[in-house]
């Protein structure tokens, strides 16, 4: 899938838009943070040296330097933050001050006390963040600080989402015999957003060839990435597959030996892409995070192997014969890292197996079961 994938442009984000947007490219400090040498307390600013008795000369406060330089008999009164008087080389917290009319008399101190020195936090032309980084509060406060109010990051995928099915109806309206609730749009629109993708557009269609296919042409010309559940098989009411055939998207791969998700399909025209998710909403929101959320990622340029890693199995799972099991877990930290349990019964129509699951455990194909303590891998639902 990964070669069909390719990153979106860039384009300048106000700092205080930026919050979970992808940068497309490295942020370099232009000079060193913190600029200027400052004080790490409240004091004294002082030449280090033995105990002695010194006269105030000036004082220094943050946004407002001293202007009268310190020397050998002479201190400069300072606040936390406040730059570092010409002269001074330590500061001596007040609390060790005795002062007396007309100066104050200051302890043995040793060069460098409770000063900040510059660039202790950043070195000018040193890589703060790389391209790919993902901008949450602390990326945003360090930009902050090196001075940019704008960040180049990749744009938002425009997501479009298509839900098909007779049986569907919307949350609130009645439900008639044989029919259920909508699910799967907000799920999948919600799983996408919290991707990092906009999503444009929500349609649900009958399972009708001529609306299915006008439904993905009208997504096709709006959306970075289509998002269709249901009827992606061969049953005489799957419209889905012969629709993506007639508009001209070409299939990458359809059917994965996988459960829940057998039946997903993933293409593409031109550079948009196009996935087929089963109808199931347990599947649906299965699918989504193994292959939909992972091109979502590639196109802001993120890593999307950040959400993989292993944990350790606390219940013993049966495993399937022939397709890897994405199974729901909670998810849980140890001093031994991270420890997965599956919620509760993993059937693809049980939905509450979705809730408290953090992160899909993958157990691989095969006879017999996986046994508790096993390390298995997972991928995290973020």
Known sequence: MEGAVEPLAAEPI??????GRVLAEPVVAAEDRPPFASSAMDGVAVVSGPERTLAIVD????????????????????STGAPIPSGADAVVPIERVRVFDGGVRVPATRPGANVRGAGEDVKAGELVLRAGAA????????????GRAALRCRA???????????????????AGAGQIYDSNTPAIAAAAERSGAEVISRARVRDDRRATTDAIAAALEAADVVCISGGVSVGEHDHVKPALTELGVEEIFWRVQLKPGKPTWFGRRSATLVFGLPGNPVSAIVTFHLFARRALRL???????????????????DRARARVQAVRCRLTAARDGWHVTPTKA????????????????LIP??????????SVDIELIG
Request: glycine share 12%; no cysteine; aromatic share 0%.
């Open 299 to 317: 196109l802001q340029g993120a890593q999307p192997d950040d959400v993989r890693t292993t944990a350790t199995l606390d219940a013993p799972v």
């Open 156 to 174: 938002r995928p425009r997501v479009a989402v298509i839900v098909t099915g007779d049986e569907l109806v919307t949350p609130g309206d009645a």
């Open 346 to 361: 993993q059937g693809s129509h049980v939905l509450t197996s979705m809730l408290g699951a953090g992160a899909l455990a």
């Open 14 to 19: 106000a700092l205080d838009q930026a919050l």
């Open 135 to 146: 901008l949450g509060p602390a990326e945003l406060a360090v930009s902050a600080s090196l």
């Open 365 to 374: 194909a095969g006879e017999g079961s996986v046994a508790a303590g096993a």
């Open 59 to 78: 004082e220094a406060r943050a946004g407002h330097p001293a202007s009268v330089p310190v020397a050998s008999g002479s201190a400069v009164t300072i």
